[in-house]
């Protein structure tokens, strides 16, 4: 009795030994599966959006800022996760002839002021050393939160800055300037102080390149408006407002953005493809080495969108063909880890819905988004040239007219002189 | 580096510069109007090009469309101005209460030193009406000005019409950011240096005025419109001021752009633009364009309204409607919306103008050529006078190493003090002594002054006679009879490329007229030689009478070519003008010449007639 009872215990630790075994191959596959799911692993959004000009003249930087402030917003990341750097106050300039307004379209047709904007510093307050303090957090205590990166090491953070600049450095006001060297520094200080988990640098100004060639932290993405030796130039100039209303590289990605919603799956190589050398005039560049991931998995709504891993389906959903494996693996895995519970438990769900989603996208609409503006149908359109001709038929009509009058006059005879 | 310390290479080098001075000083002269000549090739000149960012380009909607009413006002001030006889002031402060405005009157006053016969005027008084249009959402820091200066002739009533009709316009827009001050002056000239004394808390001219009862901050920019034809063909822009004083040439620019872009035609000096710049037409056009702006750089005058502000560094130009027989005119419209383009503009400046150039040289609207590229034609002039300066010193010291004379020659000193004693009774004595020659003589006060002028100028001639003979016996006495005028010639070349240099780096245009015309006879002064010729040639290069050869080329350029009579006349003129400019305006001209380059020019004299 007692043998068989040993027999059995030792069966079943076998049979354990060999489920656990088996199971922790199976968790280790499907943890892979839900990491990819969990592309970006971050559980937090943040957005640090830098405008660094000032005067009315440079207008256009203040509306790549609040552009792109624009798209953030609308994607989701809250005022509270967004630092709003603005240099000027051009809504309220004196020179606007459109008091409270900032456009970024010509005629007046998208107002990326908005309705709410909560500029958190401004006018004198952006400067080098006051960038430097939000990014590394070494702030005085007596900064309310508001102005704070409270980011942490789960946290994706998109740093946009515009402005006038060189080679290797960014211009601050009319007074400082940022270097390349100072900006990698600081993101070596947040990426040792955990302050974030991926980084997404974008920067629109001249000889844009040179601003993200020195970075040597990893996990970070860096985009600019062009290369070192280019000049970004300006579009949409508006003559009742005076001034060019945007640049053409924050153009473009506002143009793109705004096709974005935070179920959209594009990817960071679709932002890679924004204004090629035909519209920017300058080359936009991009740099990937130091990010882990491949820019085809990383969603553009990883930064620019506070995107929740949940996705509500009306309708039941079939588990696919793997799905028995993944079942009994599922059992395992719980049995196993409860740690990685708490992340199945959230993630699951979603994740068969994007499976789902991936295989026949057909069966799920996108979801729609009240007031999007068609700004593709705004940028297109071209006034249209009209020349008008008089139709063919009448000028040959016309010809015959004075063939036969001719002829009618002086009769055949007179054809050597003509000819 | 011991190139002057080695007594070896130093003796080569002076050898060097003795045995080649003349044919160096020739070749620098040359080189000097070689190089002037040269500046309207395209190396040289320039395209224009804006450098201030804030009025980057000409992106703005122009609206003005109240020619009509730009008409009506013109007419009604015509009308009114007919009818009093001097300036409408009711009726112009309530015209501009009408449109918007704050209005301000100021009155003034001021004794000319002597009757200006040009003008006629001699006891002046009048009243200046602005209004300012004060930005809406802006504090009263900076402002800018369109003023319209009215003379005592029915002219400039458009200007003043246009300017209300602007007014009006302006009122309704909500954008600026900057005051407005919509000036008229009367008694042109007169009436702006008043106003601009008072608003500037100044009193550099002896000017009694009322002060201003309304400010606006500190002008950035101003322009001066003078109109007198309700169509015109053209526009022509002056931008020399007082004492040859330059706009920043971005305000041209700016001017230019947006000729280009509203289709007028703007001139320069009254002369079109050259359209190409590659083959020898447009150059040669270009030079006389140039040498137009040359001339009346030289003068000093203040050639518009304009010219007075450029004092007080405002930038500003004068915007002159030309009505020619030309068949393609423009309306008031069309240079309305000019002046709103530029002010709107000029609204978007955030600084004062400071980017682009201040000291420059037009061969056409949209050619310059800077400072750095001009300033060595009149380099190579004044090298001419250190080179004979340095022979001369050589000279000198080679004969002092023969023979020591522990007495020395007091010589070069001697004519000093009695030539600068005639600048000074040139400067001080027509004015002051009209009253006496009126007395004596029948003339008028105005060619008192004149008369005067040229009788002391004259007299200066007379100067060797009595100066050198006391003198003469000593320094005939000591072995080296040559020392004593090498030494004063010594002194007058410095003297003259020290003034010429310290003239030309302030105004590049009189300094190379006067070193051009003074440092040949200067180089050739010497008591030796065909002394009726030098003394021809001296006379012909003096002060005075390169002003009326510049009056002869000025008119010759002008395409209105002078007959010797008229051009006596208006040299006269100009003497009483220039004295005038320098009391009312404060032109530095005339005391340059009489303090300066005429004693300068006598020591010369002097030396032909050494003896």
């Given at each position: 009795m007692a043998v068989t009872d040993s027999l059995s215990r030792a069966a079943t630790v076998l049979a354990t030994v060999l489920l656990l075994s088996f199971g922790s191959v199976a968790a280790s596959h499907i943890e892979d599966q839900a990491e990819q799911f969990f592309r970006s692993g971050h559980t937090n959004n943040w957005a640090v959006l830098v405008c660094t000009s000032r005067f009315w003249f440079n207008y256009r930087h203040v509306a790549n800022t609040l552009s792109v402030y624009r798209s953030v917003k609308r994607l989701g990341i809250p005022d509270s996760h967004i630092v709003l750097m603005l240099a000027d106050d051009m809504a309220c300039n004196p020179r606007n002839p459109k008091p409270a307004t900032v456009f970024s379209h010509k005629n007046m047709e998208l107002n990326v002021y908005g309705d709410d904007v909560e500029v958190d510093y401004r006018s004198y307050e952006v400067t080098v050393e006051n960038f430097l303090r939000v990014?590394?957090?070494?702030?005085?205590?007596?900064?309310?939160?508001?102005?704070?990166?409270?980011?942490?090491?789960?946290?994706?953070?998109?740093?946009?800055?515009t402005g006038h600049g060189g080679n290797g450095f960014l211009k601050f006001q009319d007074s400082e300037e940022i270097t390349n060297i100072e900006l990698a520094d600081a993101f070596e200080q947040m990426w040792q102080k955990r302050r974030y988990n991926e980084l997404l640098f974008i920067i629109d100004t001249c000889q844009g390149a040179s601003m993200y060639e020195r970075f040597y932290s990893p996990n970070i993405m860096a985009l600019a408006s062009s290369q070192v030796g280019e000049d970004s130039l300006s579009h949409q100039p508006d003559p009742a407002i005076g001034v060019h209303l945007m640049d053409r590289y924050t153009f473009y990605v506002l143009e793109f953005l705004e096709e974005i919603n935070p179920a959209s799956q594009t990817n960071m190589n679709d932002l890679f493809q924004v204004c090629p050398k035909s519209l920017c005039v300058s080359t936009p560049g991009h740099r990937t080495d130091l990010f882990q991931r491949d820019p085809k998995n990383v969603l553009i709504t990883d930064f620019f969108g506070s995107v929740r891993k949940v996705e509500i389906t009306t309708e039941t959903i079939k588990l696919q063909q793997d799905s028995e494996i993944m079942e009994s693996s599922f059992k395992c895995f719980f049995e196993l880890s409860f740690s990685k519970q708490v992340i199945l438990t959230i993630g699951l769900p979603s994740y068969f819905c994007y499976k789902e989603d991936q295989m026949d996208e057909k069966l799920m609409e996108p979801l729609k988004y009240a007031e999007q503006l068609p700004v593709a149908q705004i940028i297109h359109q071209k006034p249209k040239l009209k020349d008008w001709h008089p139709p063919g038929g009448f000028i040959l009509g016309l010809w015959a007219l004075i063939i036969m009058v001719f002829f009618k006059t002086y009769g055949i005879k007179h054809m050597k002189f003509i000819f | 580096m011991g190139l002057l310390s080695d007594p070896v290479r130093r003796r080569a080098l002076a050898r060097l510069v003795l045995r080649l001075n003349a044919p160096l000083c020739v070749l620098s002269y040359v080189a000097g109007i070689a190089w002037f000549l040269a500046l309207v090739f395209p190396p040289l000149t320039q395209r224009t090009y804006m450098s201030e960012n804030a009025m980057g380009s000409t992106m703005v909607e122009e609206q003005f469309a109240g020619g009509d009413r730009a008409r009506a006002f013109a007419r009604d001030f015509a009308a009114h101005r007919k009818k009093s006889g001097a300036l409408p002031v009711a009726w112009l402060e309530r015209t501009m209460r009408s449109v918007g405005l704050e209005v301000y009157t100021q009155s003034f006053s001021r004794k000319l030193p002597f009757p200006d016969e040009t003008h006629e005027r001699y006891m002046v008084s009048g009243t200046n009406v602005y209004g300012i249009l004060r930005a809406p959402r802006a504090a009263s820091t900076e402002s800018l000005v369109l003023t319209v200066p009215c003379g005592s002739d029915s002219t400039n009533s458009q200007a003043v019409g246009l300017l209300l009709a602007l007014a009006a316009h302006f009122r309704g827009q909500i954008y600026w950011a900057k005051d407005i001050v919509f000036l008229v002056t009367e008694h042109d000239l007169l009436g702006t240096e008043a106003w601009l004394e008072a608003y500037h808390d100044v009193n550099v001219t002896g000017m009694q005025s009322s002060p201003l009862q309304g400010r606006a901050g500190a002008i950035q920019a101003a322009v001066a419109l003078e109109l007198s034809s309700d169509v015109v063909t053209s526009l022509d822009v002056a931008v020399e001021g007082l004492n040859g004083q330059l706009p920043n040439l971005d305000l041209l620019n700016l001017f230019q752009t947006f000729c280009q872009k509203g289709g007028l035609l703007c001139t320069l000096q009254g002369k079109l633009q050259p359209e190409d710049w590659t083959s020898l037409d447009g150059p040669l056009q270009g030079l006389q364009t140039l040498l137009l702006m040359v001339l009346r750089q030289a003068s000093g005058r203040p050639h518009g309204s304009h010219g007075l502000f450029l004092r007080y560094r405002v930038e500003a130009l004068t915007l002159r409607g030309i009505n020619s027989f030309r068949q393609y005119k423009y309306d008031l419209v069309a240079v309305g919306k000019a002046l709103?383009?530029?002010?709107?503009?000029?609204?978007?400046?955030?600084?004062?103008?400071?980017?682009?150039?201040?000291?420059?040289?037009?061969?056409?609207?949209?050619?310059?050529?800077?400072?750095?590229?001009?300033?060595?034609?009149?380099?190579?002039?004044?090298?001419?006078?250190?080179?004979?300066?340095?022979?001369?010193?050589?000279?000198?010291?080679?004969?002092?190493?023969?023979?020591?004379?522990?007495?020395?020659?007091?010589?070069?000193?001697?004519?000093?003090?009695?030539?600068?004693?005639?600048?000074?009774?040139?400067?001080?004595?027509?004015?002051?002594?009209?009253?006496?020659?009126?007395?004596?003589?029948?003339?008028?006060?105005?060619?008192?002054?004149?008369?005067?002028?040229?009788?002391?100028?004259?007299?200066?001639?007379?100067?060797?006679?009595?100066?050198?003979?006391?003198?003469?016996?000593?320094?005939?006495?000591?072995?080296?009879?040559?020392?004593?005028?090498?030494?004063?010639?010594?002194?007058?070349?410095?003297?003259?490329?020290?003034?010429?240099?310290?003239?030309?780096?302030?105004?590049?245009?009189?300094?190379?007229l006067l070193a051009t015309t003074m440092v040949p006879t200067a180089a050739l002064a010497k008591p030796h030689g065909p002394r009726t010729l030098y003394a021809a040639l001296l006379v012909l290069t003096s002060p005075a009478a390169t002003l009326l050869g510049s009056l002869f080329l000025w008119r010759e350029l002008q395409e209105a070519p002078l007959s010797l009579a008229e051009g006596w006349q208006l040299f006269l003129a100009a003497l009483a003008q220039g004295v005038l400019e320098h009391h009312t305006y404060g032109a530095l001209l005339f005391p340059l010449l009489s303090l300066g380059l005429y004693p300068c020019w006598l020591l010369f004299w002097n030396v032909l007639f050494w003896k």
């Open positions: 990014l590394t957090g070494r702030i005085p205590p007596s900064t309310p939160r508001s102005k704070r990166l409270l980011s942490d090491d789960r946290s994706n953070i998109l740093i946009y800055m | 709103e383009g530029m002010f709107r503009k000029l609204n978007h400046l955030l600084e004062r103008l400071h980017q682009s150039f201040f000291l420059y040289l037009l061969p056409g609207l949209s050619r310059f050529v800077s400072i750095g590229l001009y300033m060595p034609a009149v380099g190579f002039l004044l090298l001419v006078l250190g080179l004979k300066a340095l022979e001369l010193w050589m000279q000198l010291h080679e004969a002092g190493m023969g023979l020591e004379e522990p007495g020395g020659a007091p010589g070069p000193s001697v004519p000093l003090p009695p030539s600068q004693a005639m600048g000074l009774a040139l400067y001080v004595l027509p004015v002051l002594g009209q009253h006496v020659a009126t007395q004596h003589f029948p003339v008028a006060e105005a060619e008192a002054v004149v008369l005067t002028l040229l009788a002391i100028y004259a007299a200066g001639l007379a100067l060797p006679h009595n100066t050198h003979r006391p003198l003469s016996y000593r320094v005939v006495s000591t072995q080296a009879p040559d020392r004593g005028w090498m030494a004063l010639k010594l002194v007058a070349l410095i003297y003259l490329a020290l003034q010429l240099g310290c003239i030309a780096l302030t105004n590049f245009s009189l300094g190379f």
